[in-house]
């Protein structure tokens, strides 16, 4: 079932972050660029899977890649109100810039800026599981259309 996948999904979200929190201040602590790192990774990640639980619930597929889910979010924008007023699409791609590209492979550590980037995590997870719980039963087909 669809919906079971978009549960796991949204689930993996929340403790990739949790793990990526964790690893952070692990890393901070013990002054290890690569558990920082490492953490950016994890917080992305839970980007990612938070953005698949919400388009396979409202689109009922997954995207195949970062290309594909950025363009779902953009016709998601398009078609409901909720994603188009959260950002959804431009936070995603923010998250990508900032966790994924310039801490993950350029090894840019500022640690209260990742702080900083965490807590963006964090939102995003919460306004998801918001249009999740606000579309409860509802697969794009019907509402998209609207």
């Known amino acids: 079932m669809a919906t079971d996948r978009v549960t796991i999904y949204f689930e993996d979200a929340c403790r990739f972050h949790e793990e990526s929190l964790k690893e952070f201040a692990e890393g901070a602590r013990e002054n290890n660029p690569y558990k920082i790192r490492d953490s950016a990774e994890k917080a992305w990640n839970a980007t990612i899977q938070a953005t698949n639980a919400l388009i396979l619930k409202l689109c009922g597929k997954l995207p195949s890649s ?76 019907a509402r998209a259309r609207a």
Do not use: C, Q
């Open 66 to 141: 970062h290309w594909e889910r950025r363009k779902m979010l953009r016709e998601l924008e398009a078609k409901v109100p909720e994603v188009r007023e959260l950002m959804l699409r431009d936070r995603y791609g923010a998250r990508e810039r900032h966790l994924h590209e310039m801490v993950f492979y350029e090894g840019v550590i500022d640690i209260e800026d990742i702080r900083y980037e965490l807590e963006k995590v964090k939102a995003y997870l919460n306004d998801v599981e918001k249009v999740l719980k606000s579309t409860e039963g509802e697969v794009m087909g």
